[in-house]
């Protein structure tokens, strides 16, 4: 399946958060991923979200699609994914 | 269609940002939205924000869906949507 996840986490749990994420998904702007992801891996993924963050402030959201094809991708701006380097 | 919608801007236009894109659009987190909207609709909100966004440093990324039935969200952590009232 395809998803897209955002989270939305206090500072001091940002950096944690990016580097679990990137090792699923690729970063494609501030806090928001997107890729294709086994259902095992998204829950894995999931499950090691879930122990980094405070889940009574911390918020992580995930679109999941059956497929790619089924979402068209626009970009206004600046593409950062391939502009940026990350941490 | 359906979109989800993240926006990456600069400090100074969060702001202006957050009021436009509520005008379109249900805000679920830090810079993101998701809803409805017509492709009518959506050149407007593309050709506003592209206003008030610095094309060379800000970053808008939008998925378009066919229809929220292609779409399935899970949440981890708080709902931003419902709990936090927002500018």
């Given at each position: 399946m395809y998803i897209i996840l955002m989270y939305d986490?206090?500072?001091k749990r940002t950096g944690k958060m990016l580097k679990l994420c990137r090792k699923y998904l690729n970063w494609i702007q501030n806090s928001v991923f997107e890729g294709e992801i086994t259902e095992v891996k998204l829950k894995e993924l999931k499950n090691r979200a879930a122990l980094?963050?405070?889940n009574e402030t911390?918020?992580?959201i995930i679109f999941k699609s059956r497929s790619e094809r089924w979402l068209e991708k626009e970009i206004?701006?600046?593409e950062r994914?391939?502009?940026d380097n990350f941490l």
């Open positions: 986490v206090n500072e980094i963050m405070d911390d918020s992580l206004v701006g600046v994914a391939e502009t």
